[in-house]
Structures are given as C-alpha cells and as structure tokens.
Antibody
C-alpha cells in the first residue's frame, strides 16, 4: 500500500536552515508528482510546493518562494524540502503528499490522495 | 488569512444533512473545475473526499457530495454520522501553478 514517511523536523532558530525528507513506497514513485503542504499549530492547511514526476518543474507558494527548494531523488523514492532563512511563521507540521494520478490542472494534479503523517518544524529563539 | 473563505463551524444531528460553503473568486474556485475537499480528524493527516468539484475518490461514501456555483463551492454531508465529526478544508487551483486552501470548517455532530 502507499506509504509516505516524513522526517527531519525539529526545533531551529530563526534564520537557520533545515531539510525535510519524505520516504515513499507502494507506488511508482518516478511517475507521480509530489506536494508539500503545511499546517501551523491549530491552524488550517497551506500549500507549500509541488514537483513534477521527473523533477523538471517545481512551483512554490509566494510565502516560501526564494527560501524553500523542493527536490526529489527518484532512485531513492525520496522527496525533499530544503528550507532556508526560517521564520517563526514557518512553524508547522509539514506533510508530503502524493498527487492524484489522472487529474491534471495542466502541469500537475492539484489533488493529494495520499499523505504522510507529518513532521513538526518549530522555529523559535 | 486563507484565500478561500469557509465558515469556522457547522453542526447537525445524526441522520441530518449539513452543507459547508467555500467562497473564492473568479481566479480560483470560479475559474477552474479543480476544486477539492479534505477531511481531517484530530491529530491525523487530511483525507481527500471530493475532487474536481463533485467526484468522490474510491472508498469515499456517497453521503459526501460536492457542487459549485460561480465562485462558491459546497460540500454536503448527508445522513450525518458520528464519525463525520472532523475539520473540513476546501482547496482550489488558483492558476499560475498555485494551489490555495480555505481556512477550514469544524463539523460537530450533535
């Protein structure tokens, strides 16, 4: 079955960097786009970024553009989110999610049909 | 502040129907067919329950239905059950390879 397992979260100081990983299994990883979505404590969901199946295109929310980089290693079935210049407002649970095949808005599917359990990132001094 | 506007709460008794709205603009909800809904129980990851405005992914009960009129999408839960008590989020493609979410609605089964 589809499994997504995030790791790499923790508590960091403002201005520092952190890299999240998401290990995937149970589906053809190299054929599927992947998203990062975050949720601040007690708040709603916020889309962060998406990467196409082959890593050729990446798109970001304005709130993280220029600071975060999404990438993937298809040989390792792993998705990454490199985060720089972290701010207090980046504090959230970060979920990786698999796009739903067969429903494209043009470049990727905006629907996430499987999600990981999330990893908590806390940015605090 | 979320791009899409949802009521913070909704409620209904078991067996009743409840509808949750999601209001956006012509640049997101009204501009594309790519509207979805997610259900999230406390401490759990979101679950996709509606895609492309009104389609149910495999395994989602037909008690859940979606629709859209202009810039407002709606999720209706019929025959409310205790297990439907959760947070519900709408989402929409907003053009320029961007996805937006609503602020979420907490559904209480009385």
């Amino acid at each position: 079955q589809v499994r997504l397992v995030e790791s790499g979260g923790g508590t960091v100081q403002p201005g520092t960097s952190l890299r999240l990983s998401c290990a995937a299994s149970g589906f053809s990883f190299s054929d599927i786009g992947l998203h990062w979505v975050r949720q601040a404590p007690g708040k709603g969901l916020e889309w962060v970024a998406v990467i196409l199946f082959d890593g050729s295109e990446k798109y970001y929310a304005d709130s993280v553009k220029g600071r975060f980089t999404i990438s993937r290693d298809n040989s390792k079935s792993t998705l990454y989110l490199q985060m720089h210049s972290l701010r207090a407002e980046d504090t959230a649970v970060y979920y990786c999610a698999k796009e739903m095949a067969g429903y494209s808005s043009g470049r990727f599917s905006p629907y996430c049909d499987y999600w990981g359990q999330g990893t908590l990132v806390t940015v605090s001094s | 502040q979320s791009v899409l506007t949802q009521p913070p709460s909704a409620s209904g008794s078991p067996g009743q129907s409840v509808t949750i709205s999601c209001t956006g603009t012509s640049s997101d909800v009204g501009g594309y067919k790519y509207v979805s809904w997610y259900q999230q129980h406390p401490g759990k990851a979101p679950k996709l329950i509606i895609c492309e405005v009104s389609k149910r992914p495999s395994g989602v009960p037909d008690r859940f239905s979606g629709s859209k009129s202009g810039n407002t999408a709606s999720l209706t839960v019929s025959g409310l059950q205790a297990e439907d008590e959760a947070d519900y989020y709408c989402s929409a493609y907003a053009g320029n390879n961007n996805v937006v979410f609503g602020g979420g609605t907490t559904l209480t089964v009385l």
